[in-house]
């Protein structure tokens, strides 16, 4: 059952069209991640979902209620964490965790909130002027972790996490699928989003360019081979789909599109080959596919 629906939504800050008619579902108990560089609208749309900004045309709800209608009620059964955010810079850690359950006019769950502050290693007696921006984050994380909500809407949420801390958020975000819960993960980076996500919509330049399963979007991205051999590889370059063939010495590295990987393998049969190893294609191939031209991109 689609949870959170996006339909033909355009969006335009005068003559600049951040967003052209996305399309974005997201089903209930799902993480769905929603991947693009800094720029590409993914703050944008989520700031339409939330009710922050008006859509200049499009259908866009949540629960089946419309986003800037009944802003109010939605609120009350999500939880977000922001992109970006200013703390008050004079209120403890725990004061503005404490300050932001409060807004949701909820009553707050003082076990869930120490635990998670022990998960995430916070201490929430420093004042936010004092703390680094990994722990600027954990705050804003804990805000939206420690509310039991129905939807969690993270717009990248583990920007300043060091490695240990990132690999416990997702691992706590698994735990909450278990749960039933839906999550909107937006993200720019690929091996979060592989690990986590079971939808991915990628976005560039306010459209959505692809979306699907991760099994449905690696059919699309080549798997990369590594074969040695005591005999010249002749022919890879004939083969229709190979790119970027490279030889040292006796070991080639190359490319392939999936689709042609058959003939790769009937290529191969025919030399006496004493090592070859595959590498699945990942989503971070797709994405490169798609953004590749796109070095210079200015970032907003």
């Known amino acids: 059952m689609s949870i959170i629906q996006i339909e033909n939504l355009t969006k335009s800050f005068g003559q600049f069209k951040a967003l052209e008619d996305v399309n974005l579902e997201v089903k209930q108990g799902e993480i769905h991640g929603f991947i693009g560089p800094n720029g590409a609208g993914k703050s944008t749309t989520i700031r339409v979902l939330l009710g922050m900004l008006k859509a200049d ?3 866009i709800t949540i629960f089946g209620k419309d986003t800037w209608q009944e802003a109010v009620s939605i609120h009350s059964r999500i939880a977000y964490v922001p992109g970006d955010a200013n703390l008050w810079p004079n209120l403890t850690g725990g004061q503005i965790i404490d300050l932001f359950l409060n807004m949701r006019n909820s009553t707050i769950d003082n076990k869930r909130r120490d635990e998670l502050i022990k998960y995430f290693e916070l201490d929430p007696t420093k004042k936010c002027r004092t703390y680094s921006k990994g722990n600027l984050q954990k705050v804003l994380i804990i805000s939206a972790l420690a509310s039991d909500a129905d939807i969690y809407i993270l717009d990248e949420p583990t920007s300043g996490l060091d490695p240990l801390m990132e690999r416990k958020f997702q691992n706590y975000l698994l735990d909450l699928k278990a749960q039933g819960k839906t999550i909107l993960l937006s993200s720019h980076i690929l091996s979060e989003v ?6 991915v919509s990628i976005i560039r330049k306010g459209k959505i360019i692809e979306e699907g ?12 081979f590594e074969v040695t051999s005591s005999e010249n590889l002749e022919g890879l370059e004939n083969i229709e789909g190979i790119h970027q063939v490279e030889r040292e010495n006796t070991t080639t590295t190359f490319q392939v599109d999936s689709e042609n990987v058959n003939e790769v393998i009937q290529l191969l049969s025919q030399y006496k080959i004493t090592h070859l190893t595959s590498a699945p294609p990942r989503l971070e191939d797709l994405f490169i596919r798609y953004y590749d031209d796109q070095e210079d991109e200015q970032y907003d």
């Open 213 to 224: 399963t991760l099994e449905e979007l690696r059919h699309l991205t080549r798997t990369n």
């Open 194 to 199: 592989e690990k986590l996500c079971d939808h």
């Open 57 to 59: 045309t499009g259908n």
